[in-house]
C-alpha cells in the first residue's frame, strides 16, 4: 500500500480480488449543494449514504475493492470514509459529468468484473441479491421506487434496448461491466472527448456498438438517488 498525494488517497497493492466496485460520487448536486456532498447525507442519525452503501456492499460480496472517485468536497468525503477503500479525487469534476469519474476509477481497477454504483444512491439489500457472473447487467427497479424523472429503458427479450428519460423500467443506477462491454466502457471513458457524457449515455453508446446487457429486476429492491431535498425522506424509507 502506498501513500500518495492529493488527488489519490492510496492503491491496493497486487491482489486477486474477483469485483471491482467504482463509486462515482463527484458531483456537486447543485440542487443540495447546501446539504454538503450528497454521500454524506445523514439517513438516520447512526449511517449516512455511503456508509449504507458500503455496509450492503460487504454482506454481499467477500472479494471485491471499492473504488470512491471524488470531487465536490472532496477532503471531507475522503476523512469521512474508510480508509480500506481506494480514493481518487476527479479535480475536474466542476467542468465533467460521470463519464470522467468512471474513467478515472476504471483506471484503478484491477480486475475484469466491474460494477458501478452511482454515490447518491440509497438502496436496500435486495438490490444486489444478484449474480454478478455471467454477463454484463443493468439492475431494474421493479418496486417503483425509483422517481418518474429518473432514467429508464426498454427491454426486449431481457436485453436492454436503450436507456432514455421519460422511459418505464427505471434503472436503479447499478450496472455490471465484464468481458466485450467493459473494453467498451474503458475506450469511451478514457477518452477526453466524452467527458461531458452521462452513464446512460455510455451505456447506450455500448449498446451502439454491439454491447449486450442483461435486464435483471431483483425481488423486493427498493432504490432511489437523491436528486432534491425531498428525495431524503423517500431514501430514509429505504433502508
Avoid at 32 to 44: D, Q
Avoid at 130 to 143: A, C, P, Q, R
Avoid at 157 to 176: C, F, M, R, S, T
Wanted: with cysteine; glycine share 6%; hydrophobic share 35%.
Amino acid at each position: 500500500m502506498t501513500k500518495a498525494t492529493r488527488n489519490i488517497s492510496f492503491i491496493h497493492a497486487p491482489n486477486n480480488y474477483k469485483y471491482s466496485i467504482i463509486i462515482p460520487a463527484a458531483g456537486q448536486g447543485l440542487r443540495m449543494k447546501s446539504c454538503g456532498v450528497k454521500s454524506l447525507i445523514s439517513l438516520t442519525s447512526q449511517i449516512n449514504v455511503i456508509q449504507n452503501q458500503l455496509n450492503i456492499i460487504q454482506n454481499k460480496f467477500r472479494s471485491y475493492e471499492v473504488i470512491l472517485v471524488t470531487g465536490f468536497q472532496s477532503e471531507r468525503l475522503m476523512k469521512n470514509t474508510p480508509n480500506d477503500i481506494v480514493k481518487i479525487e476527479n479535480e475536474h469534476y466542476e467542468d465533467t459529468n460521470v463519464c470522467r469519474s468512471i474513467g478515472i476509477g476504471l483506471k484503478a481497477a484491477t480486475t475484469n468484473k466491474v460494477i458501478i454504483i452511482y454515490g447518491d444512491l440509497v438502496f436496500n439489500k435486495q438490490a444486489l441479491d444478484v449474480k454478478f457472473n455471467k454477463g454484463s447487467t443493468l439492475i431494474i427497479d421493479s418496486s417503483n421506487t425509483m422517481t418518474d424523472n429518473e432514467v429508464g429503458c426498454t427491454i426486449d427479450n431481457g436485453k436492454i434496448e436503450q436507456v432514455l428519460y421519460d422511459l418505464p423500467n427505471k434503472w436503479a443506477q447499478i450496472a455490471y461491466f465484464t468481458n466485450t462491454e467493459l473494453e467498451l466502457l474503458k475506450k469511451l471513458a478514457y477518452d477526453r472527448n466524452n467527458d461531458k457524457l452521462y452513464g446512460f449515455e455510455l451505456i447506450n453508446e455500448i449498446i451502439n456498438n454491439g454491447g449486450e446487457f442483461t435486464s435483471i429486476q431483483p425481488d423486493g429492491i427498493r432504490a432511489n438517488d437523491i436528486d432534491i431535498p425531498t428525495d431524503i425522506t423517500i431514501a430514509q424509507q429505504i433502508i
